[in-house]
């Protein structure tokens, strides 16, 4: 639907439809390590803020995670994260 929104003060990386919903996606990327660890109280809540003023309004939150290693990419996608 839309990729770098922006939504209020913040910006939703994707704002896609899955499972018959829309979803706002946020996107990370890390050499080496968990970006699972990028996600503080802080990163959420500036999530829930910028979906709360998207429009179309995004029913559920999610994370995909890219973490790039000698072995190649592990591509994540984690469900309501917010």
């Known amino acids: 639907m839309a990729a770098n ?3 209020g003060p913040g910006e939703i990386d994707l704002l896609v439809h899955a499972d018959g919903r829309v979803v706002a996606v946020e996107v990370k990327t890390r ?7 990028q996600m503080t109280r802080e990163k959420r809540s500036r999530m829930r803020d910028a979906a709360s ?3 179309p309004r995004p029913s559920r939150i999610d994370l995909v995670t890219v973490m790039f290693d ?5 591509i994540r996608w984690v469900r309501a994260i917010a």
């Open 31 to 37: 050499i080496g390590a968990d970006p699972l660890v």
């Open 5 to 7: 929104r922006r939504s």
């Open 53 to 55: 003023m998207a429009r």
């Open 70 to 74: 000698s072995s190649g990419a592990t």
